[in-house]
């Protein structure tokens, strides 16, 4: 079943859903008024008396018949939602078990993964009880320290507070200068307009010729901007220059924190772990068909050193150069790998192989007039 007869299943219980509210709503409010008249009756005396009112409400109410509104609705919804999980069993396989292969895990590597994804996001506590339960409190408190200091400037940023994030900047700024990051006079910039948003002119004058001079040589343009901004220190808000003052430069600025911080741990912007599922998500269907294929020769799969389809992901999961074979236009693998001809071009190893019959003879080139020697060639790795 293709998934857009699941998002029909999942837009019609959606909509069952709203019309069994907005019946049920419908019918309260029905009841609320009916009650609220019979209340204003009883109060204002007008010589009836309260128990016929009562016995009036209670006719009305029988005559409404509230149960008997609500159970058409919630039962067309109950039927749907009975439907929805039969649809998805029929769509989604739930036995992804087919796909597993028998790894042999590092179960101390494993367990610094799984902490270090949770000390990443912020997650102190989850973490620090992973890390009792999983008896590795050794090896893998040390993780935790540099990402306790990394929220600390960020959570400071949250108030547009800069004076932590400068501190870890000026502290490691040779790191990032080695890294080629301009984080430090970002830093600087954003707190030059904050000394400016207050108003206080005198200030950010000194506060540039004191942390923004030295990029002169390399950042003049932004700084001449931020010159510029000295005009309207009173009204920086509605200046040509309003743009800087957005919220969303505040978002990029901790982001840009965030990656240098996580650069300068030897540690990817993206938590690995995350990305491994997300990738895993990704390629799990195309495994399982293959599986449901192959259905009895689960040894054979145990045994695969390559995957044994294609699995396309998206383009965030493409990490490292790939290199098609322009002979054979296969991709290179472990046991295919890309070899450096002594004419300079790339060819995969089976195809020099097969062109110069087992390395008995030389070839030409299929791209240039060179004869090559198959012995000569040297594997590349990218």
Same mark, same amino acid.
């Given at each position: *079943?293709?998934?857009?007869?699941?998002?029909?299943?999942?837009?019609?219980?959606?909509?069952? &859903?709203?019309?069994?509210?907005?019946?049920?709503?419908?019918?309260?409010? /029905?009841?609320?008024?009916?009650?609220?008249?019979?209340?204003?009756?009883?109060?204002?005396?007008?010589?009836?008396?309260?128990? $016929?009112?009562?016995?009036?409400?209670?006719?009305?109410?029988?005559?409404?018949?509230?149960?008997?509104? /609500?159970?058409?609705?919630?039962?067309?919804?109950?039927?749907?939602?009975?439907?929805?999980?039969?649809?998805?069993?029929?769509?989604?396989?739930?036995?992804?078990?087919?796909?597993?292969?028998?790894?042999?895990?590092?179960?101390? %590597?494993?367990?610094?993964?799984?902490?270090?994804?949770?000390?990443?996001?912020?997650?102190?506590?989850?973490?620090?009880?992973?890390? /009792?339960?999983?008896?590795?409190?050794? =090896?893998?408190?040390?993780?935790? $320290? =540099?990402?306790?200091?990394?929220?600390?400037?960020?959570? $400071?940023?949250?108030?547009?507070?800069?004076?932590?994030?400068? %501190?870890?900047?000026?502290?490691?700024?040779?790191?990032?200068?080695?890294?080629?990051?301009?984080?430090?006079?970002?830093?600087?910039?954003?707190?030059?307009?904050?000394?400016?948003?207050?108003?206080?002119?005198?200030?950010?004058?000194?506060?540039?010729?004191?942390?923004?001079?030295?990029?002169?040589?390399?950042? *003049?343009?932004?700084? &001449?901007?931020?010159?510029?901004?000295?005009?309207?220190? &009173?009204?920086? +808000?509605?200046?040509?220059?309003?743009?800087?003052?957005?919220?969303?430069?505040?978002?990029?600025?901790?982001?840009?924190?965030?990656? &240098?911080?996580?650069?300068?741990?030897?540690?990817?912007?993206?938590?690995?772990?995350?990305?491994?599922?997300?990738?895993?998500?990704?390629?799990? =269907?195309?495994?399982?068909?293959?599986?449901?294929?192959?259905?009895?020769?689960?040894?054979?799969?145990?045994?695969?050193?390559?995957?044994?389809?294609?699995?396309?992901?998206?383009?965030?999961?493409?990490?490292?150069?790939?290199?098609?074979?322009?002979?054979?236009?296969?991709?290179?693998?472990?046991?295919?790998? =890309?070899?450096?001809?002594?004419?300079?071009?790339?060819?995969?190893?089976?195809?020099?192989?097969?062109?110069?019959? +087992?390395?008995?003879?030389?070839?030409?080139?299929?791209?240039?007039?060179?004869?090559? +020697?198959?012995?000569?060639?040297?594997? /590349?790795?990218?």
């Amino acid at each position: *079943m293709e998934l857009n007869t699941v998002k029909d299943a999942f837009d019609r219980v959606t909509k069952k &859903q709203k019309l069994s509210y907005s019946k049920a709503q419908e019918v309260i409010d /029905l009841i609320h008024r009916e009650v609220n008249v019979a209340l204003e009756k009883i109060q204002s005396g007008h010589g009836s008396d309260w128990k $016929s009112v009562l016995a009036e409400l209670k006719i009305k109410l029988k005559e409404t018949a509230p149960l008997t509104q /609500l159970e058409g609705t919630q039962k067309d919804l109950n039927i749907s939602l009975s439907k929805y999980p039969k649809i998805l069993e029929k769509s989604f396989n739930p036995d992804i078990s087919k796909a597993y292969r028998n790894v042999d895990l590092d179960i101390e %590597t494993t367990n610094e993964i799984i902490a270090n994804h949770f000390y990443r996001q912020g997650l102190f506590e989850v973490g620090d009880c992973f890390i /009792l339960e999983s008896m590795e409190q050794e =090896p893998v408190m040390s993780i935790k $320290s =540099p990402y306790v200091q990394m929220y600390e400037v960020l959570e $400071s940023m949250r108030t547009q507070n800069l004076e932590p994030a400068l %501190t870890w900047a000026s502290a490691n700024s040779s790191k990032l200068h080695a890294n080629g990051s301009d984080l430090k006079l970002k830093l600087h910039q954003m707190q030059f307009l904050e000394i400016l948003r207050k108003g206080s002119q005198s200030d950010a004058i000194l506060y540039a010729r004191a942390h923004l001079s030295p990029f002169a040589t390399t950042h *003049m343009i932004e700084i &001449q901007k931020l010159m510029g901004c000295l005009l309207f220190a &009173q009204k920086l +808000n509605q200046s040509p220059y309003s743009e800087l003052l957005s919220s969303m430069n505040w978002d990029k600025l901790a982001e840009e924190v965030t990656r &240098q911080f996580c650069n300068l741990l030897g540690q990817s912007y993206e938590s690995p772990l995350s990305v491994t599922v997300a990738a895993g998500s990704q390629a799990l =269907p195309p495994l399982l068909k293959f599986m449901n294929v192959m259905s009895g020769k689960k040894q054979e799969w145990q045994s695969m050193k390559q995957l044994p389809v294609p699995l396309e992901l998206d383009d965030d999961f493409q990490f490292h150069s790939i290199f098609v074979c322009p002979v054979s236009k296969e991709q290179a693998t472990e046991d295919n790998p =890309p070899m450096l001809m002594s004419c300079g071009h790339v060819l995969c190893k089976q195809s020099i192989m097969k062109m110069s019959k +087992n390395v008995s003879k030389t070839f030409k080139c299929p791209y240039c007039p060179n004869e090559i +020697n198959a012995s000569q060639c040297k594997q /590349l790795n990218f």
